[in-house]
């Protein structure tokens, strides 16, 4: 089975603090994800990646960055969090080419900034 | 752009009815459609997809039906049990080059017993 593993699942924060999140996954997929899940808003794209050092924004960029240094872990920087960080992030890998379209998602990791 | 759009934010059903979550979207450039679901404390799964030369695809206990006409996407689910309870997503290719997904905004589907 395919295992898309999040590091911490809660974390809490203050304001100004720089926060990782890492991701990795197993199953040797090119592509890998980082979303936002907020109340109403569904997921949101923050960043993507589809290969090792390369990296794409998504819809929602602004205050994060990430880093690919190995294909199997992806990770979300926040340089300066803030309180409207508050949020569930989830990352993602898939298949490149959008075969099947099947994104594979870790369990995610809910931070609170304070 | 690509988007996707669910109507309900709630739906509640009893335990052995059918349910159907429904889903909009805004264009037709996509081919490909995929519905999540999320159950509490977890990430998102697969459930089922369907590409647009298709008007009907079945899995187990789901189906979904897509209507091209008026641009709308359904998710069935048969006999409806507590462990249907979930968070449901509609997606679609965030299209651009880009192998990721545009989500709905999510229908929380709630199993009255």
């Known amino acids: 089975d395919v295992k898309v593993t999040q590091s911490s699942r809660y974390l809490v924060k203050r304001t100004g603090e720089k926060v990782f999140l890492e991701c990795v996954q197993d199953?040797?997929?090119?592509?890998m994800f980082w979303y936002r899940q907020d109340p109403g808003l569904g997921l949101r794209l923050i960043y993507f990646?589809?290969?090792?050092?390369?990296?794409e924004k998504g819809d929602i960029p602004e205050g994060y960055s990430v880093s690919r240094e190995k294909k199997e872990r992806f990770s979300l920087i926040l340089e300066s969090a803030s309180t409207n960080q508050t949020s569930m992030y989830l990352c993602?890998?898939?298949?490149?080419?959008?075969?099947?379209?099947?994104?594979?998602f870790g369990e995610g990791s809910r931070l609170t900034v304070l | 752009g690509e988007s996707v759009g669910l109507h309900l934010p709630t739906l509640s059903v009893q335990e052995g009815d059918n349910s159907i979550i429904n889903c909009a979207y805004s264009?037709?450039?996509?081919?490909?459609f995929i519905w999540y679901k999320q159950e509490s404390g977890k990430g998102p799964q697969f459930i089922i997809d369907i590409r647009s030369n298709m008007d009907k695809r079945q899995g187990q206990r789901v189906t979904v039906l897509l209507n091209k006409t008026v641009k709308h996407l359904s998710l069935q689910i048969a006999a409806t049990q507590p462990g249907d309870s979930a968070v449901y997503f509609c997606a679609r290719p965030s299209g651009g080059g880009a192998d990721g997904l545009t989500f709905g905004k999510g229908t929380h589907l709630i199993i009255q017993p």
């Open positions: 199953m040797d997929h090119e592509n």
């Open positions: 993602a890998s898939s298949l490149p080419g959008g075969l099947t379209g099947e994104l594979f």
């Open positions: 264009n037709s450039a996509s081919d490909y």
């Open positions: 990646s589809y290969d090792v050092k390369m990296k």
